[in-house]
């Protein structure tokens, strides 16, 4: 079983989820980092209000610090203070000169802010002394992480719909372009283009979809066949009704104009016998190519079958020498009686038509090692080269054998390739070398499960 398009849609989906995944979590600790840092215009501002409190400080006026700490606190409601710290060691601890310079009362303003604390840190400015501070409440217009909700939702909601109409349409897209071509080829077939075919216009691909546009272009085959069969066989069926139905009108105008109707009444029932046997070898043929029939019902012995059929030979064309080589029994199972029987009729009597009188015909039956070969050989004039297959299709009649056999369809030989094709066996012709035709027939004794 043919399970690649499975796998496809099986790793686009695994893998498009993984990557979605992966996506979701790469973007989402990115985003949260980069948002987690104060930005950096504002960082200047923190840094130039500490070395403007800085300078303040330094140039001793408490008055003008004071003011300006004020000032600053109304215009970003926040709280600032410049406060004084030192830290002594107790217990006989020393300092480290690493905590020395690292000793804070707040946060550094290069340093990350926590997104999911509600109150604002505390930044410092310490000042070159180490021990005197700059704090200020960091403002809430600096705080970082201002679009943090609306890049949640973008990463929850956004992105994964985007990736998944996405692969929707990869899988989309892949899916349905061999089915356009599959619905195009359908129209262009009801509208009566017989011959469209889909596989070759899907290149390597081999998958269930490739497999779908194979049993269409086995069925488009096969249907054009049958359809192109039919029309040919009612085309050759009007045509070798209408000679039969013209001498049956003029010879009911004769008797409708007083001639002796026991002159006609012959003629018309020799047309009619012919037009039902036409009619029934012409709907058996059609069956035989439309259904394409496993006949396998009959238990039967060849040698009983052909011994029936050469004495009614025998009887018919007494000036004919009927030589035949039959083994004592030849049993054939999972056959079909009737349609052996009527296939050995017409391809002998078809022989015996075409052998000239005082002719003879030479019938084998020979077992090998799956079934039973049957040659039939007669002293008529042949069959050209080019026609040795034509014979077997419906209605072909070579210029020959039309002189010889007027009276004749054509359908004899077509039918009895399809009766013995149906049974599972095969039909074919060839020239002899001395002149004449051989008919060889392979039946199986037993049919293939």
Known sequence: MNLRLFWKLCGTLALGTLTLF??????????????SFIADPHQQTLKAWGRRAERLHQSGDEAALAEWLWELQARENTWAAVVASEVRPLAGSALSEQFQQGFRLGRNVEWKIHLYFEENPI???????????FLVTLPLRMRPGAYLPGARLMLKVALPLAVLVLLCVVIYRHMMAPLRQLEAATRQFSDGNHGVRVRALMGSRNDELTALADTFDQMAERTGELILTQRRLIAELSHELRTPLTRIDMAVSCMEEGVDRHHFVPRIR????????????????????????????????LTDLLDSI??????????????TRFPDQAEVTDSSHRALS??????????CKYTPPGGRVTVSLQRDAEGYCLTMDDDGPGVPECQLERIFKPFFRSGEGQARQPAGHGLGLALARRQVSAIGGWVRAENLAGGGLRMTLWVPRCRPD
């Not at 930044?123 to 501070?133: I, K, L, V």
């Open 22 to 35: 992966w996506t979701l979590s790469f973007l989402g600790t990115e985003t949260e980092q980069q948002m």
């Open 123 to 133: 930044m410092d400015m310490t000042f070159a002394d180490g021990h005197t501070h």
């Open 270 to 301: 020799s047309d009619c016998e012919a037009m039902r046997s036409l009619v029934e070898d012409t709907l058996t043929l059609a069956w035989l190519e439309n259904e394409k029939p496993s006949l396998n019902e009959d238990r039967l012995d």
């Open 310 to 323: 050469v004495s009614d030979l025998r009887y018919e064309y007494p000036d004919h020498e009927i030589i």
């Open 342 to 351: 009527q296939a050995l009729e017409n391809i002998l009597r078809n022989a």
